[in-house]
């Protein structure tokens, strides 16, 4: 097999690891909006009854960002984030491809600074030793999954990153 080849079956399967990743976190973030609101509908009934459940606001938040960073692998995988394609519509195919490449570098280094710095602020949380409210549950560990998350969104990107440079050398 020529180099070439070996390079193209190996970049495909790091594709399907990030694609398998992202669909087990798509998920476990299913199932904490399926909980979001199981937990919501069951306080207002408590509240109704005058017995509310301790802690559930905090609870509907954290499961509210794992929801999110859960989702954000497999919406930037599937592109189903929004944008605006106006003017990018009007370029020639290799024009929108290097768009699509420089808006994807840009998003790339911009979620490495992310990550690094979620990673940092949970250290950082964890050595001051906060915890929620209520419950008093740990928040470094809640900003730490969102880091973990934000490491696997940055493993589409650059899957991405390599897909658009492999249409712009082949055009």
Not at 58 to 63: D, G, K, P, T, W
Request: glycine content about 6%; some cysteine; charged content about 15%.
């Amino acid at each position: 097999m020529s180099f070439f080849g070996e390079t193209l079956v190996a970049i495909q399967s790091f594709e399907k690891s990030i694609l398998f990743l992202s669909d087990k976190l798509k998920v476990v973030g299913a199932v904490a909006l399926f909980g979001m609101a199981v937990l919501t509908c069951a306080d207002v009934v408590g509240r109704v009854f005058k017995h509310p459940i301790f802690g559930s606001i905090e609870l509907v938040s954290f499961m509210g960002v794992f929801a999110v960073a859960m989702a954000l692998p497999v919406t930037q995988f599937s592109k189903g984030h929004i944008g605006v394609e106006l003017f990018v519509d009007k370029l020639p195919r290799k024009g929108r491809l290097f768009f699509e490449l420089c808006t994807e570098i840009v998003s790339l280094a911009l979620f490495v600074i992310i990550t690094w710095r979620m990673f940092f602020f949970s250290i950082k949380l964890r050595a001051s030793g906060e915890v929620s409210m209520n419950l008093h549950l740990p928040e470094y560990a809640i900003v730490f999954v969102l880091a973990c998350c934000c490491v696997v969104l940055c493993l589409v990107i650059v899957s991405s990153i390599i897909k658009i440079l492999t249409k712009l050398i082949n055009t």
